[in-house]
């Protein structure tokens, strides 16, 4: 499978389902090394994948590249299937079928769409699809979370998912589902009150759980 990087070089990869796949795939080889490293490192799972079909999925806290290694073991272990987002560009040749066949999927950003309504599409396109997005959108600490998540959901009509790595615990996995109200405070309250508690890698780089859209700023 691809690397579960969230964003790097300007490429945004999203764990995710291809139309018409499962939720649950993968061989028994992958799930004995998922299962395996959690094991030897100390780490558990905790919590289990939506059964939504189609669903964003919030990653946090994300404050080191070890955030993708455990994500990307649970997936292993559970034996969800992944798919990936990245810029139009790098599936050309002559890569582009590999990647495709590794699950990519293009994004245009050369089009009028915006990434929310090119997602919008893809959910409504398909019977079975997951977006893993992790809204601080960098390691290091963030002054707001990114929306798109939220929008995306909300535009889609699907509900969003949590997923966490806690490092003070060593637990991942997944958290409650949250449909989109259009109250974003309200909403935004529930993701405070449960990734409020959790502990990154590195704590002194998670920021405030919070939109740009809660404080009125431009």
């Keep these: 499978p691809p690397p579960l990087a ?3 070089g300007g490429v945004r990869v999203i764990l995710g389902h291809t ?3 499962a939720h649950r795939n993968g ?16 780490w558990r799972i905790e919590g289990e994948p939506p059964e939504a079909p189609r669903f964003v999925l919030v990653g946090a806290p994300h404050t080191t590249n070890w955030d993708m290694v455990y994500l990307l073991a649970v997936a292993w272990a559970l034996q969800i299937e992944m798919s990936w987002v990245g810029k139009q560009e790098i599936f050309r040749r002559p890569f582009g079928g590999i990647m495709r066949r590794l699950g990519g999927i ?17 959910f409504a396109a398909a019977d079975r699809l997951a977006l893993v997005l992790a809204p601080e959108g960098t390691r290091s600490a963030a002054e707001y979370w990114r929306s798109g998540f939220y929008h ?11 997923a966490f790595v806690d490092y003070e615990r ?5 958290g409650p589902v949250i449909t989109p109200s259009g109250d974003i405070d309200a909403d935004m309250d529930r993701f405070r009150e449960f ?10 780089n998670q920021g405030p759980i919070r939109l740009r859209e809660e404080t009125g700023e431009a």
């Excluded at 245009?108 to 997602?119: A, G, I, K, L, P």
């Design 6 to 8: 969230l964003r790097s």
């Design 19 to 21: 139309p018409g796949s």
């Design 27 to 42: 061989g028994a080889m992958t799930r004995f090394l998922g299962r395996a490293f959690l094991r030897l490192t100390g």
């Design 106 to 122: 293009p994004v245009r950003r050369d089009r009028s769409q915006s990434m929310v309504e090119q997602m919008a599409a893809a």
């Design 152 to 162: 995306i959901a909300r535009t889609a009509g699907v509900p969003i998912a949590t």
């Design 170 to 174: 060593k637990v991942a996995g997944f």
């Design 195 to 204: 990734y409020g508690p959790i502990v990154g890698k590195r704590p002194g």
